[in-house]
């Protein structure tokens, strides 16, 4: 089987080829591609077409994309192959793909989700086909990005070896990024870490109560405890629980935090 990856989070990308070879060893994974522009070129380019050796049979499409939205993919590339979409929003955003056949997992993808998914690939290859016209419909109806509370991500998935646990967005303290990996720190329990990048959660985490101080933190209005001012403008904040390093605000987001606080 071959299996085409559309995902703008490199971990992702990694962490599902590594799912979908432990599924099945068989699997080709043709390529990991995290935007519209490059999936678009894949599908362009010669020996990529329907019956050729490079077509895949199924696509695991991330919702959205470093430059748009799967949608815009498969309605400018004219797909009709199987799909499986990826996302990190709750299923209720989602309800209408079911009608289509086309099947979603949320992210962190687990592993046996997605072996369900190629289960049910298997025995119904032909009816997960996506309906176009259905999907371009659709596209007409919903937003190109994220609408507004309640869209903004409620929980996490994270996993503790071979165990899965959900943590509530409301019982997040902070996101920091350390020794190569992002990490979530809840109010109470240690760090896990997660496969989106701060600039990822930025996207996907209310403003009103999560605030990006600096390159390495993303915080909670909660979880600030002291503020600490400076001559010259610069900001140190405690937060709760506290981290292992000083925390400082980036001299160019003092201004926008001191508005942010003010809200």
């Known amino acids: 089987m071959n299996v085409l990856i559309l995902e703008d989070e490199p971990r992702s990308a990694e962490r599902l080829a590594g799912l979908l070879r432990q599924c099945d060893p068989a699997i080709r994974v043709l390529a990991q591609l995290p935007s519209v522009a490059e999936g678009l070129a894949?599908?362009?380019?010669?020996?990529?077409?329907?019956?050729?050796?490079?077509?895949?049979?199924?696509?695991l499409l991330?919702?959205?994309?470093?430059?748009?939205?799967g949608f815009q993919l498969i309605e400018?590339?004219?797909?009709?192959?199987?799909?499986?979409?990826?996302?990190a929003f709750d299923a209720y955003t989602l309800l209408a793909?079911?009608?289509?056949?086309?099947d979603y997992l949320l992210k962190p993808v687990a592993p046996d989700e997605l072996a369900a998914a190629l289960a049910k690939f298997r025995t119904r290859h032909a009816a997960l086909a996506p309906d176009l016209?259905?999907?371009?419909?659709?596209?007409?109806?919903?937003?190109?990005?994220?609408?507004?509370?309640p869209a903004?991500?409620?929980?996490?998935?994270?996993?503790?070896?071979?165990?899965?646990?959900?943590?509530?967005?409301?019982?997040?303290?902070?996101?920091?990024?350390?020794?190569?990996?992002?990490?979530?720190?809840?109010?109470?329990?240690?760090?896990?870490?997660?496969?989106?990048s701060l600039d990822k959660l930025t996207?996907?985490?209310?403003?009103?109560r999560f605030f990006r101080i600096s390159r390495s933190f993303l915080v909670a209005r909660e979880a600030i405890g002291t503020i600490h001012a400076f001559p010259g403008g610069k900001i140190q904040l405690e937060l709760l629980p506290p981290p292992?390093?000083?925390?400082?605000?980036?001299?160019?987001?003092?201004?926008?935090?001191?508005?942010?606080?003010?809200?």
């Open 42 to 59: 894949w599908f362009a380019a010669p020996g990529q077409g329907p019956g050729q050796p490079g077509h895949p049979d199924l696509l």
């Open 62 to 69: 991330d919702i959205h994309l470093e430059d748009g939205t």
């Open 76 to 87: 400018r590339a004219q797909l009709t192959l199987p799909i499986v979409f990826t996302t």
């Open 97 to 102: 793909f079911k009608t289509n056949s086309v």
């Open 133 to 149: 016209t259905a999907l371009l419909r659709l596209l007409g109806q919903l937003p190109a990005a994220p609408p507004p509370s």
């Open 152 to 196: 903004y991500k409620p929980r996490f998935m994270v996993s503790s070896g071979t165990k899965l646990r959900s943590i509530e967005t409301a019982d997040v303290a902070y996101f920091f990024f350390a020794d190569k990996a992002t990490w979530l720190m809840p109010r109470q329990g240690s760090r896990v870490d997660v496969e989106y």
């Open 203 to 208: 996207e996907l985490l209310d403003p009103d």
């Open 244 to 263: 292992r390093q000083e925390v400082f605000v980036s001299g160019d987001r003092v201004t926008p935090f001191k508005e942010w606080l003010g809200k």
